[in-house]
């Protein structure tokens, strides 16, 4: 009998590691590989159209001159990465790299790229992420791997642009996470400030976030099992990928963007971010916006609130 209920119990403690391994796998794919619209370039560019029409003129001109150009570079690793770049409509150093979002790319950053070029006169760049665009890899890296994978992109800018140049970096969602990554590390001086909408706090928050709203599942153990298992797979885990921890170490200025209402990146995030960033520092609470949708609800304010933030630091 006991021998009987020895086995049954290692039996069950099987089913349940089995059973948890299982479920930390699958919120892995589910969260890292998801179905991913960011690799379908032709919807993208009509997504951006029929969203931000005014985007169509400056759209039209840069692709009938060729001035949206590709460029590529490989990672360490060996991962093919992607980014476009447009240079200023007259020779300037003053360069904004922008960075995109969950299951977007870099075309669906052209707003922010005409923000900076049309309206600003600036250079730009606009990575594709890893699994995004043309840039190989085979999961997302939610801005902790990307960060690197940036930094790469910071340092071919000045071959692109030249190299007396002053640059501002802009991420939106997973892009503002992946930028306040980037800016807790050791960057050329020409990296003069950087501008974060809806950025998280960290991957472990988001998720548990996501866990419990999507799920109504807690904490533990599926995210800690799922974790583990991303350091396996990917080389990171969820509690080390921390813009919160990040921000802390920058010294360079930021501007902190957020809509008011949104519940996907939840705005309580910001106000930790803003307060753990050291001065120089600027936040922005936007009425009425949800998640990533501040330039569509507020594209004149956003605009003119960038311009008077990034004149101050790029000249």
Same mark, same amino acid.
Request: with cysteine.
């Given at each position: 009998? &006991? &021998?009987?209920? =020895? ?23 589910? @969260? ?11 919807? @993208? ?11 169509? #003129? ?13 460029? +590529? ?20 150093? !003053? ?45 997302? $890296? ?21 190299? @007396? ?17 980037? @800016?807790?590390?050791?960057? #050329? ?8 909408? /809806? ?8 998720? !548990? ?8 599942? #807690? ?10 298992? /991303? ?6 885990? +969820? ?6 921890? $990040? ?7 930021? +501007?902190?963007?957020?809509?008011? !209402? ?14 753990? !960033? ?24 956003? =605009? ?12």
């Amino acid at each position: 009998m &006991k &021998k009987k209920l =020895t086995l049954s119990i290692s039996i069950a403690v099987l089913i349940l590691i089995a059973s948890l391994i299982g479920g930390s796998l699958y919120m892995l794919d589910y @969260s890292l590989r998801p179905e991913n619209r960011g690799k379908n370039l032709e919807t @993208s560019f009509e997504f951006m159209r029929s969203r931000y029409p005014h985007l169509c #003129p400056w759209l039209d001109s840069l692709q009938q001159q060729h001035a949206l150009r590709d460029t +590529f570079i490989t990672a360490p690793d060996g991962i093919r990465m992607h980014a476009y770049y447009a240079r200023a409509s007259h020779p300037t150093r !003053k360069t904004a790299i922008i960075v995109h979002g969950y299951t977007d790319n870099a075309i669906r950053m052209l707003h922010i790229g005409y923000l900076y070029n049309r309206d600003l006169d600036f250079n730009i760049l606009l990575p594709d992420l890893r699994y995004s665009g043309l840039t190989e890899g085979d999961a997302f $890296q939610m801005g902790w791997l990307d960060r690197k994978d940036v930094i790469q992109w910071i340092h071919t800018a000045p071959a692109l642009f030249g190299d @007396s140049l002053q640059a501002v970096v802009h991420g939106i969602s997973m892009g503002a996470a992946t930028t306040m990554m980037v @800016s807790g590390e050791q960057l #050329p001086p020409y990296i003069n400030c950087f501008v974060e909408d /809806c950025g998280y706090t960290s991957v472990w928050d988001q998720f !548990k976030k996501e866990l419990k709203s999507q799920f109504g599942l #807690p904490a533990f153990p599926l995210l800690y099992t799922a974790s583990w298992l /991303c350091q396996l797979q990917n080389g990171w885990n +969820f509690q080390e990928a921390s813009a919160l921890k $990040q921000v802390a170490r920058c010294h360079q200025p930021m +501007f902190f963007i957020h809509g008011d !209402k949104d519940d996907f990146v939840p705005t309580w995030m910001v106000y930790q971010l803003y307060n753990a !960033k050291p001065q120089p520092k600027q936040l922005w609470i936007v009425e009425g916006a949800d998640h990533a949708t501040s330039y569509l609800h507020e594209r004149e304010t956003y =605009t003119r609130k960038v311009k008077a933030f990034v004149d101050r630091y790029v000249r």
